[in-house]
């Protein structure tokens, strides 16, 4: 099943069988109990999703079946509108021949993101490096799947050391990033992003003194004008007219100082321009974390994330 063996649904590294699922197909995974996987093409005026199988098989998954919780008060059925067209993920609970010929199967997402619980999520620990895939995004955060549609939160302050405005500066809605375990508690995980790209010596080690280098400006002060170069790496700027939020500038590298954690720059020149798809380059993706400091050894400032 893969590296965990539990991928986000819809991932291009899926761990589940998908694509047409023929009824012998489906009859295997019903006497293994095994997960797969396939698109919801509709939601019916019951709120039951009817899945993609192949010519002649029907799959559907009733509403109390779609997830975990479906059969509380707070499940809303826009949960279930919304899988429409993406692929889910679902046990084959049964079979049913028609008079037709063909064939009806009842599926449960439910019992899948129950294995999946059971099995990976329960068992992941702090600092423990996981696959996630960006499903919505907030002003606060982004939700992202890590299995089987178990969804969990990175906040904004978690997804880079430079600040952001919004998690679109970082994420789309698909993307297949990794993330780190920050918490579990009471079945309910937290993650966190910035730790995997980077520490400060790593991504200043990308620059030197005299190159003039593109960033993105994040903040416009009265003392000076934050330019990021990378997304756990940012420089200060002296201070230039015209010069706003959000656009790109060309900076002249004039000193990096480790031992204070600082680069100091000079914008050449600033520029409105579309924004460019968000790229994160990890230095880290697989295992675990126990302890990730920021900071350089020599620097008197201590920024670090420990993970217990």
Not at 53 to 68: M, R, Y
Request: aromatic share 6%.
């Amino acid at each position: 099943m893969g590296a965990t063996g539990y991928t986000p649904e819809g991932s291009a590294k899926s761990a589940f069988p998908r694509g047409e699922l023929t009824a012998a197909d489906l009859a295997k995974a019903l006497e293994n109990k095994t997960i797969l996987e396939a698109r919801a093409k509709l939601c019916d005026e019951r709120h039951n999703l009817v899945v993609e199988l192949s010519p002649g098989v029907t799959g559907v998954i009733e509403k109390s079946e779609v997830a975990l919780g479906a059969d509380g008060e707070d499940f809303k059925n826009i949960a279930i509108i919304t899988r429409v067209g993406k692929h889910v993920c679902f046990k084959v609970l049964s079979l049913t021949q028609q008079p037709d010929g063909g064939v009806v199967a009842q599926l449960s997402r439910r019992a899948a993101q129950r294995e999946c619980v059971e099995q990976y999520v329960s068992r992941l620990r702090p600092g423990d490096i996981i696959d996630a895939k960006v499903t919505h995004i907030e002003p606060f955060g982004a939700f992202v799947d890590i299995g089987c549609g178990f969804v969990s939160l990175i906040s904004i302050d978690n997804i880079s050391v430079s600040r952001i405005a919004s998690p679109r500066d970082r994420f789309q809605i698909g993307d297949e990033i990794k993330a780190v375990v920050k918490s579990v508690e009471g079945g309910r995980v937290t993650l966190t992003h910035k730790e995997l790209l980077g520490t400060w010596e790593q991504n200043a080690a990308l620059f030197s003194p005299g190159q003039t280098a593109a960033g993105i400006v994040r903040s416009v002060e009265p003392y000076g004008i934050f330019v990021e170069l990378m997304p756990n790496l940012a420089g200060l700027a002296e201070w230039r007219e015209g010069v706003s939020v959000g656009q790109t500038a060309a900076v002249y590298i004039k000193n990096i100082i480790p031992e204070k954690m600082k680069l100091k720059l000079i914008i050449v020149d600033s520029f409105d321009a579309a924004p460019a798809k968000p790229q994160n380059r990890y230095f880290i993706d697989e295992g675990r974390l126990s302890v990730f400091r920021y900071s350089p050894e020599n620097c008197k400032k201590l920024i670090e994330t420990r993970f217990e």
